[in-house]
């Protein structure tokens, strides 16, 4: 089967260190990362002025044989969100029993998936209504597991959303 593909997602606007830290930390774990934008190719710029290509675009994205997607926070996941594509990709991941893991921000794409209801979620405090409008319980803790979905609340959550997001990759792979 070979090696595992890993998903981020990246638009404009990125938490940098959000996007940076998983993306190392889950080569190191031995996964494929893939950077999957609106359009393969684009350099997208993020909050401090890293800059990024895309792998791919979401058109491209084949969630077959993948462990998981990362969605990164920052205001990208407000610019994602408005992309149905992106949108569509998340709830069929969700819903093919995917890790979806979102920190900071990036529970924004999971409340406009709609796959949250009735799920204890965190995030960046200032979104805590909107998870909460969109049927979640919202927990201020440093990352929460609710089924295959990881969310933590700020860039120094990082270690724990990334120890937790190999952690179950693996009982999911078990699983399938």
């Known amino acids: 089967m070979g090696k595992k593909r890993i998903y981020i997602l990246v638009e404009d606007l990125f938490e940098d260190t959000e996007l940076l830290y998983p993306y190392y930390r889950m080569q190191e774990a031995g996964y494929d990362v ?8 684009e350099e997208y710029r993020g909050k401090n002025g890293l800059t990024i290509i895309s792998d791919i675009s979401v058109s491209e994205a084949d969630i077959e044989d993948t462990a998981a997607i990362i969605i990164p926070g920052g205001y990208a996941p ?29 529970p924004w794409m999971l409340a406009e998936a709609g796959i949250i209801r009735g799920m204890q979620v965190t995030g960046f405090f200032s979104i805590s209504t909107d998870l909460k409008n969109a049927g979640a319980e919202y927990v201020d803790r440093e ?34």
Request: glycine share 8%; proline share 4%; net charge positive.
């Open 78 to 106: 407000d610019r994602l969100r408005r992309n149905r594509h992106i949108v569509e990709l998340v709830k069929k991941a969700h819903k093919k029993c995917m890790v979806v893991a979102a920190i900071c921000h990036g």
């Open 34 to 41: 893939v950077t999957i934008g609106p359009d393969k190719g």
């Open 143 to 176: 990352v929460v597991v609710d089924g295959n979905i990881i969310t933590s609340r700020e860039p120094g959550d990082l270690p724990a959303f990334c120890k937790n997001i190999i952690e179950l990759i693996e009982v999911y792979s078990v699983k399938k």
